[in-house]
């Protein structure tokens, strides 16, 4: 019985297989396709998702969470560890929850249909977006215009992904207008939208021609209007918008797309087209797409500048510095350490169990010995062979232990030595 299906049965949509696989890419995809372009960059950190369609469909898909804007800059930063690990457990019930609702249904009720919340970004934060001070693009794009009889207006005439590569994607809410459809949150400065088409091929009739229209949406992702059709027909090879460029009201438009369609009556042929829309920006120019100051390029840099940082610092470092301190040791034990480059075994009290021979450095004898290890178990023992012992083995981060055995009489002490700030 699930609470979502109003106290019914759930079960896998007809189709689905018996073991549902969503690998690191697949993940990434039906993130943005649903409109969470701002977890794209995390996806790869949940690994690969791997469900039993009975189990998970014959049951409610997990609670909706609340990423934090902090766990969202540990997602991005890769970091700090315990709000890292809280940011993926909510990333991965989102995603199951969004396969749940693709793989998924009710048996005896509709199935009701994925919240457009599911996705919205965390709070507080600022979402990749093309379009901020400084820049205005000028999306230009070929496009086809295919036969379109349906009513509501179906996905495949939508071309919002041509003319906006590497935006956030969003999904609308199908109403009497369109189908859901891909759309794109439309920028704070973004003032004015101007759309100018010419013909490439296709057949045209008196007035029947191509049309290229923007669709704008409200807050609730349903459609409020739509910007006048771009229609080239064959007496007009080059047009413009009629009505001249249409003015964005922020407090209602919150979202666009763009759709092409002719229609039966009068066109034989699918058509194609040349596109350009012209947007107005607020204290800026049309200087086209600032790539430079992307926030979605420069999270994703600072994300892989972060990862080379870790490399460099854990394989090749330039140099260490001391960590804690565990002195007084005897006998045999362990200490539990995390991250480590290595660590300096000093021996405080050399008893006369353990043999010495003189040299640069003095040698020592049967002093005792110091094992690396983790929750899977101890490496080779590594011999204590003078009172100054520096042990830096290459895979020191995989440790999260170091095991030590000392001779009767011998009192030591071992610092951690770690990353360089």
């Not at 039906?30 to 950190?45: D, I």
């Not at 919150?254 to 596109?275: E, F, N």
Request: proline content about 7%; aromatic content about 6%.
């Amino acid at each position: 019985m699930t609470a979502l299906c109003s106290g019914g049965t759930s079960s896998a949509k007809t189709g689905v297989a018996d073991t549902i696989i969503f690998t690191a890419g697949a993940l990434s995809s039906l993130l943005n396709n649903k409109g969470g372009y701002w977890a794209t960059l995390a996806a790869p950190l949940l690994g690969v998702l791997a469900y039993e369609a009975t189990s998970l469909c014959s049951t409610d898909p997990p609670a909706q969470p609340t990423i934090t804007d902090v766990e969202y800059q540990a997602l991005l930063q890769l970091g700090p560890w315990d709000d890292l690990q809280s940011a993926l457990i909510k990333l991965k019930d989102i995603a199951t929850r969004l396969i749940w609702f693709d793989m998924c249904e009710c048996d005896s009720v509709a199935t009701p249909a994925l919240p457009v919340t599911t996705l919205d970004p965390p709070a507080n934060v600022t979402i990749p977006q093309y379009g901020g001070t400084g820049s205005c693009p000028q999306p230009r794009a070929r496009l086809g215009v295919p036969l379109v009889t349906a009513s509501p207006i179906p996905p495949y005439a939508n071309v919002t992904r041509i003319l906006f590569p590497g935006f956030p994607i969003y999904q609308s809410v199908t109403d009497a207008v369109n189908e859901s459809q891909d759309i794109i949150l439309i920028p704070p400065n973004w003032t004015t939208l101007l759309a100018t088409s010419d013909l490439v091929s296709g057949t045209t009739t008196g007035s029947f021609g191509y049309a290229v229209t923007i669709q704008v949406f409200n807050s609730g992702r349903t459609t409020i209007t739509s910007v006048p059709n771009v229609v080239v027909t064959s007496g007009t090879p080059h047009k413009v918008q009629s009505g001249g460029p249409y003015t964005i009201n922020h407090s209602t438009a919150r979202y666009l797309s763009v759709i092409t369609q002719h229609v039966a009556s009068g066109i034989a042929v699918d058509g194609v087209v040349d596109y350009q829309l012209e947007i107005g920006c607020s204290g800026a120019s049309s200087s086209g797409l600032d790539c430079c100051s992307d926030p979605s390029v420069i999270a994703l840099l600072s994300q892989l500048m972060q990862q080379v940082n870790l490399i460099q610092r854990q394989q090749v470092p330039f140099a260490y510095v001391p960590g804690a301190v565990h002195s007084g040791l005897t006998g045999t034990g362990e200490i539990t350490v995390q991250g480590l480059l290595g660590a300096l075994v000093e021996l405080t009290t050399v008893s006369t169990v353990v043999g010495e021979e003189s040299g640069t450095p003095d040698q020592t004898f049967e002093a005792g010995w110091i094992a690396w290890g983790n929750a899977d178990g101890f490496s080779a023992r590594e011999f204590i062979t003078n009172e100054s012992l520096l042990s830096l083995p290459p895979l020191a981060g995989q440790y999260t232990r170091i095991g030590y055995t000392l001779s009767v009489g011998v009192v030591a002490t071992i610092t951690e030595l770690v990353r360089e700030p």
